[in-house]
């Protein structure tokens, strides 16, 4: 079955260091990779995805790169802020057995990011 | 638009009580679907629709039910609630279930069963 494993956290950092959060997953197919965020007392929401191998996803500052060839989709920002503080979660859509793309998520990632 | 919406945000049970968690979206979405999120779980799926009349179980469907009578609206039914089910719990919908679509959450649901 399709899984998605992430780094455990909490990633804890500096304002202004380099984030990286890692993330590999497995599928039988060919699936479609996101990166959603979930801020304190919300629901997730999409921060970026990618759509094939070698595409490379980005908002906010954040990137990051479908590897098919080492089926991983690691998140990446240069210098993170107080307000990237949130829990980073994985995620891959591919083909059920009836047809349909469903969703598989990692456990998340908590980044904590001190002034 | 109003996106997805969820309601209660909080609810306490006792062990035994039934109830209904609400979800609705305004956004003409196909398929729609239920989580729970618990510490160092993540997101496990509860049931999910990809259209009205259509309901599927996911990974985690025990003791909860599931209707799709309209686009619009997905309800998730506790018929007898445990502890185990203590819990915060997500709706989310995309516009269908296809190979790029991207899922809208509601703000979730806060249930503790005692």
């Known amino acids: 079955g399709n899984s998605v494993t992430q780094m455990e956290g909490p990633v804890t950092l500096s304002e202004e260091a380099f984030l990286t959060i890692n993330c590999t997953y497995t599928?039988?197919?060919?699936?479609?990779l996101f990166w959603y965020v979930q801020y304190p007392g919300e629901g997730l929401q999409l921060l970026l995805k990618?759509?094939?191998?070698?595409d490379k996803g980005s908002n906010k500052g954040f990137e990051a790169t479908y590897r098919k060839e080492t089926t991983s989709f690691h998140l990446e920002k240069g210098s993170v802020q107080v307000s990237d503080s949130a829990v980073y979660f994985c995620?891959?859509?591919?083909?059920?057995?009836?047809?349909?793309?469903?969703?598989?998520f990692g456990r998340g990632t908590s980044l904590i990011v001190h002034p | 638009n109003a996106g997805v919406t969820q309601t209660p945000k909080f609810q306490v049970l006792k062990t035994g009580q039934s109830m209904t968690l609400q979800c609705a979206q305004d956004?003409?979405?196909?398929?729609m679907s239920w989580y729970r999120q618990d510490p160092g779980m993540g997101l496990r799926l509860i049931h999910y629709?990809?259209?009205?009349?259509?309901?599927d179980q996911g990974e985690v469907p025990n003791g909860y039910n599931v209707s799709r009578s309209t686009t619009e609206d997905f309800p998730l039914r506790l018929l007898s609630a445990a502890p185990s089910q203590t819990s915060v719990y997500f709706c989310?919908?995309?516009?269908?279930?296809?190979?790029?679509?991207?899922?809208?959450f509601g703000p979730g649901t806060r249930l503790t069963v005692l």
């Open positions: 989310a919908s995309s516009y269908s279930s296809g190979h790029e679509d991207t899922q809208y």
């Open positions: 599928a039988t197919g060919y699936p479609s």
């Open positions: 990618a759509t094939k191998a070698d």
């Open positions: 995620a891959l859509s591919d083909r059920a057995s009836g047809g349909s793309y469903i969703p598989t």
């Open positions: 956004m003409n979405h196909e398929y």
């Open positions: 629709s990809v259209g009205a009349g259509i309901t």
